[in-house]
Antibody, heavy 122, light 110 residues
Framework: EVQLLESGGGLVQPGGSLRLSCAAS????????MSWVRQAPGKGLEWVSG????????YYADSVKGRFTISRDNSKNTLYVQMNSLRAEDTAVYYC???????????????WGQGTLVTVSS | QSALTQPPSVSGSPGQSVTISCTGT?????????VSWYQQPPGTAPKLMIY???NRPSGVPDRFSGSKSGNTASLTISGLQAEDEADYYC??????????FGGGTKLTVL
């Protein structure tokens, strides 16, 4: 059974940093691209970033480019996102999600975690 | 990258059919068949309902179907059931190797 468990969310001041983690199980982690998607309170979904299975290719939404860094440790089956220079508008539930097709970045997301809440406020 | 355009809300009675549209551009929906639809009941994570325009993952009822014409994709739910009440989001792969979502549509089963 595929499981994705996010952690690391919390309250952070504007300008601060936070690192989210997503522990994966139930599939061959290194074979699949992964993404982070966020959802501000009461708002819609926004794709944040994606990474290839090897970790060699990364992709970002314009809204986070230069501030967020996605990475993965395939030996630990874990996905990360380092978030710097956080702003109030980064407040959201952050989901990690698995790409549905192996060895390709299709950005079709077939499994999602339950999310972790990040609140940026002074 | 601007969000795809969806109607904010749709409604229908049990047993009826509803269609949710999703309009993009030639840089996303119009150029790629990597259009997906997600269902999100309140307080839960999104669930993949349709991928590559019209394919259903295992376990998704065949009451859910998808299509695309030009820059507009559509999700049709036939034989509406109370359990279908949720927010629905479309998404598309883009020419910038990013993913863009629609603004979401709230489905109310009357």
């Amino acid at each position: 059974e595929v499981q994705l468990l996010e952690s690391g969310g919390g309250l952070v001041q504007p300008g601060g940093s936070l690192r989210l983690s997503c522990a994966a199980s139930g599939f061959t982690f290194s074979s699949y691209a992964m993404s982070w998607v966020r959802q501000a309170p009461g708002k819609g979904l926004e794709w944040v970033s994606g990474i290839s299975g090897s970790g060699g290719s990364t992709y970002y939404a314009d809204s986070v480019k230069g501030r967020f860094t996605i990475s993965r440790d395939n030996s630990k089956n874990t996905l990360y996102v380092q978030m710097n220079s956080l702003r109030a508008e980064d407040t959201a539930v952050y989901y990690c999600a698995k790409d549905w097709f192996p060895r390709l970045l299709t950005l079709t997301l077939d499994y999602w975690g339950q999310g972790t809440l990040v609140t940026v406020s002074s | 990258q601007s969000a795809l355009t969806q109607p904010p809300s749709v409604s229908g009675s049990p047993g009826q059919s509803v269609t949710i549209s999703c309009t993009g551009t030639s840089s996303d929906v119009g150029s790629y068949n990597r259009v997906s639809w997600y269902q999100q009941p309140p307080g839960t994570a999104p669930k993949l309902m349709i991928y590559e325009v019209s394919n259903r993952p295992s376990g998704v009822p065949d009451r859910f179907s998808g299509s695309k014409s030009g820059n507009t994709a559509s999700l049709t739910i036939s034989g509406l059931q109370a359990e279908d009440e949720a927010d629905y989001y479309c998404s598309s792969y883009t020419s910038s190797t990013t993913l863009v979502f629609g603004g979401g549509t709230k489905l109310t089963v009357l």
